[in-house]
């Protein structure tokens, strides 16, 4: 414990009561233990690097598909010993989840009281609990941002403690970017009191770890962050639809977990009404994070951004000011206990059975694109799912790859790549329509049957032959030169000047803006008037049309039209369907057949009773229409 405990903390908080605490919660990680296909996209990165290929996903090129550089090198090292990475995975998650939870325990806590309220609340927390195994980075946050509070929360030399906060919150920050978030605020405020120009020196000297990884990313990918930011973060989506997603993300976190939000929003409010010394840093830090979370839309895999914030909100009450009595304790444990059963599916109940059936697992999958990943893939990764003479993972992605490999494929298109990427091994090249892996897909937008966290792009006209054939045969002249450029970076010679101008294009030049075009015109419905297109042309082309894609064209009528007929000029080469509209209103629907550019379209009485204020233009058999003119006319 941090500071002395109490008489009565000894009767109900034994140290020997904390060590039993301790083993349950050891006990649930080991039942609930498993890998996601997410994972995979890491352990592919290392197991190329462990045979040789370097730090690349498809070892063709170098693209940083990984968001966790710390994490990937730690598996890649032990990796290289063991040469099973199922298992080294989860071995290596459980250690750094239990010394977390130690730290914490007895390293940050306040008093024994403290320490066995905490780990009773990360032990009923469906989400710490999940993503303390998983095979991604969390159990590494989890430690390292425990290792920043036990500096933290100790009294000694302000440039010491602020070195070593400024290097724990760089490698968690290179384990995770968006760690910042959650220890930012807490290292701001250990600046106050140190004079400026040491105090900025100390933390450049701690962040050192993680601009170096950005120097060398800059150097060897092209770019200084991960491939995966720039496919999620540029997408073409509305900030509305994302921040809407996000607070779909809390909901759900509230109806399968309730004890985490809880938790976290408790632990955000604690030290307005109790003062707890230096626990405003880490209310601030809960708040910003929950903001962050909403506002980058959650995620797909319910609770996962969730967890850290939880072990921080829970840093928080273990730091309480007030002594807790036996009854108080008493009374905490229960009620956390209580809230944590009012979930469907508690981490306490957890069985090697946990949704073994399949049927199950199609009610898990919802509109929201928010899913409890655990109960997706335990079944398949799970250990105590493992048999003996059976390899995991045993998942139809994971045998899928393991085909592939055996079948000597060389180049496929998935977007699920996790498993089958890493069974496939080197030699077979994925062409990823989330962009996570490709540079030149996470700088197109995404189409609109988008999933939060699968941002799916189409691939440009030209894109997958030009992939297979290793020539530059994209028809849009601005994408093509776009193309050139990536090109350039993730396959060219390290130091080859063509190779750095293109960098420095990319990254601080033209080139970093020659796809808006394409953008503007693919990540959202294209609005025009009917005067725009009364008049024009189609010439076989693109030329004379204009442009749009399945997010449609609108043609504001003006005021209401009641239209008998529709004489509309679209390139002939594709289906349309077109939507009559009113005050936002769906009225009525027609479909316009491929192979004839001319068409009339005659509304029925009804539609034509209703009247029409828009009208609405999809491409149905391709992602990319061309409207050449449109003229209405009305009847009595």
């Not at 609930?32 to 296909?37: G, L, N, Q, V």
């Not at 939880?310 to 807790?324: F, M, N, T």
């Amino acid at each position: 414990m941090s500071t002395e405990s109490t008489a009565s903390d000894e009767s109900l908080a034994h140290p020997l009561v904390l060590g039993i605490a301790l083993g349950v919660f050891a006990s649930l990680l080991v039942r609930t233990a498993w890998m996601c296909d997410d994972a995979y996209i890491s352990f592919r990165v290392a197991d190329n690097l462990v045979h040789g290929y370097g730090l690349r996903w498809n070892v063709a090129e170098r693209v940083q598909a990984f968001s966790n550089p710390l994490w990937t090198l730690t598996i890649a090292t032990l990796y290289f010993f063991t040469r099973d990475v199922y298992y080294t995975g989860l071995v290596v998650s459980l250690a750094l989840s239990l010394a977390a939870a130690w730290l914490l325990a007895f390293r940050v806590a306040a008093t024994r009281h403290h320490a066995l309220l905490a780990l009773v609340l990360l032990s009923v927390s469906k989400a710490f609990v999940a993503y303390s195994t998983s095979g991604l980075e969390n159990p590494l946050t989890h430690l390292l941002v425990v290792a920043f509070f036990v500096v933290y929360f100790r009294d000694g030399p302000g440039a010491r403690d602020l070195l070593r906060l400024s290097m724990l919150a760089s490698l968690a920050a290179l384990n995770r970017l968006d760690a910042l978030v959650l220890v930012g605020p807490p290292l701001l405020a250990r600046v106050v009191g140190v004079p400026p120009l040491r105090a900025l020196k100390t933390v450049v000297i701690g962040f050192l770890p993680l601009v170096g990884w950005m120097a060398i990313s800059l150097v060897y990918y092209g770019f200084p962050l991960p491939n995966t930011f720039y496919a999620k973060v540029r997408t073409g989506i509305q900030e509305g639809q994302l921040v809407r997603q996000g607070l779909v993300y809390l909901y759900d976190s509230l109806s399968l977990d309730p004890l985490t939000l809880l938790v976290i929003l408790l632990g955000a409010t604690l030290p307005f009404w109790q003062r707890v010394p230096r626990a405003a840093p880490l209310a601030v830090a809960l708040v910003l994070d929950l903001v962050y979370v909403t506002w980058v839309g959650g995620d797909f895999m319910s609770g996962r951004f969730l967890a850290a914030p939880l072990l921080v909100a829970v840093v928080c009450l273990a730091r309480g000011a007030a002594p807790l009595t036996r009854a108080q304790l008493a009374a905490a444990l229960t009620l956390a206990g209580a809230v944590a059963l009012l979930g469907p599916t508690p981490t306490l109940s957890t069985t090697a059975d946990y949704f073994a059936d399949r049927a199950e697992h199609r009610a898990l999958l919802s509109d929201t694109g928010i899913t409890d990943e655990r109960a997706i893939y335990y079944r398949d990764t799970g250990l105590l799912r493992t048999r003996r003479g059976q390899p995991m993972p045993r998942h139809w992605r994971a045998e899928q790859g393991r085909l592939l490999r055996v079948r000597g494929e060389t180049f496929t298109t998935n977007g699920q790549i996790g498993m089958l990427g890493f069974f496939a091994g080197p030699g077979l090249h994925i062409l990823d329509g989330n962009g996570l892996t490709d540079a030149f897909i996470a700088r197109l937008p995404a189409h609109p049957g988008w999933r939060i966290g699968h941002f799916g792009r189409y691939f440009p006209p030209g894109y997958e032959e030009s992939m297979r054939s290793g020539d530059n045969l994209i028809a849009d002249p601005a994408l093509r030169a776009l193309y050139k450029r990536l090109r350039h970076v993730t396959r060219g010679r390290l130091l080859d000047p063509l190779r750095l101008l293109a960098i420095w294009d990319l990254d601080f030049g033209a080139g970093g803006h020659l796809a808006d075009q394409y953008f503007a015109i693919h990540s959202r419905l294209q609005r025009v008037s009917l005067a725009e297109v009364a008049v024009g042309a189609c010439d076989g082309g693109h030329g004379g049309s204009r442009l749009f894609s399945d997010y449609g064209i609108e043609i504001d009528l003006g005021p209401l039209r009641h239209i008998r007929t529709v004489e509309a000029s679209l390139e002939s080469h594709l289906t349309y369907k077109m939507q009559c509209m009113k005050e936002g209103v769906f009225v009525a629907e027609w479909p316009i057949p491929a192979q004839v550019r001319d068409h009339t379209l005659a509304l029925d009485e009804s539609a034509t009773r209703i009247g029409c204020d828009r009208l609405r233009v999809f491409p149905v058999s391709d992602n990319e229409g061309g409207l050449c003119s449109l003229r209405i006319i009305e009847g009595p």
